[in-house]
């Protein structure tokens, strides 16, 4: 990592795991991401509504989950760090009192443009909650050249 806590493209390997991250799934971070969002559909506030609908309690939104695997990822590779792409598939919902596990790998390194690809799944009590691939654009280490990079 450089002196501010970002990761350059040289020091990433494709296999490298990432540190897993446990995010307690609460009802308040279930409805305040929710309203944040500008998602007011009920199944994210009204447990009553979200039962009658076939849940059995108020469950995350996607936009919410789409937030967790951003902010997993660029925890890992610093503030410098340039998301470029996200695509995540929802699989089983997170409801309140369970905790998602985030989970990554580093699948893939592209020298042109410094971009790295991570492999993320976010578990549950359930299952896989959220998988996909994020793909951010690293910082070159002062003094880099391509001809210094390491191929993956």
């Given amino acids: 990592m450089t002196a501010h806590g970002t990761r350059t493209y040289e020091q990433v390997r494709v296999g490298e795991v990432l540190p897993g991250?446990?995010?307690?799934?609460?009802?308040?971070?279930?409805v305040a991401t929710a309203l944040a969002s500008r998602d007011y559909q009920d199944v994210h506030h009204d447990p009553d509504l979200a039962r009658e609908r076939g849940s059995r309690d108020i469950f995350m939104n996607?936009?919410?989950s789409n937030g967790l695997v951003d902010r997993y990822?660029?925890?890992?590779?610093?503030p410098a760090a340039v998301v470029e792409a996200i695509r995540v598939r929802l699989g089983v919902p997170n409801h309140p009192g369970d905790?998602?596990?985030l989970t990554g790998a580093v699948t893939a390194k592209t020298d042109e443009g410094r971009r790295v690809e991570i492999a993320v799944r976010g578990t549950n009590g359930l299952g896989a909650h959220v998988t996909g691939t994020v793909a951010v654009r690293?910082?070159?280490t002062p003094g880099?050249?391509?001809?210094?990079?390491?191929?993956?």
């Fill in 21 to 30: 991250l446990s995010i307690p799934v609460t009802r308040t971070l279930i």
């Fill in 62 to 64: 996607i936009l919410t």
């Fill in 73 to 78: 990822v660029t925890e890992w590779a610093g």
């Fill in 99 to 101: 905790t998602m596990v």
């Fill in 138 to 140: 690293l910082p070159s």
């Fill in 144 to 152: 880099a050249s391509p001809d210094t990079a390491v191929a993956s």
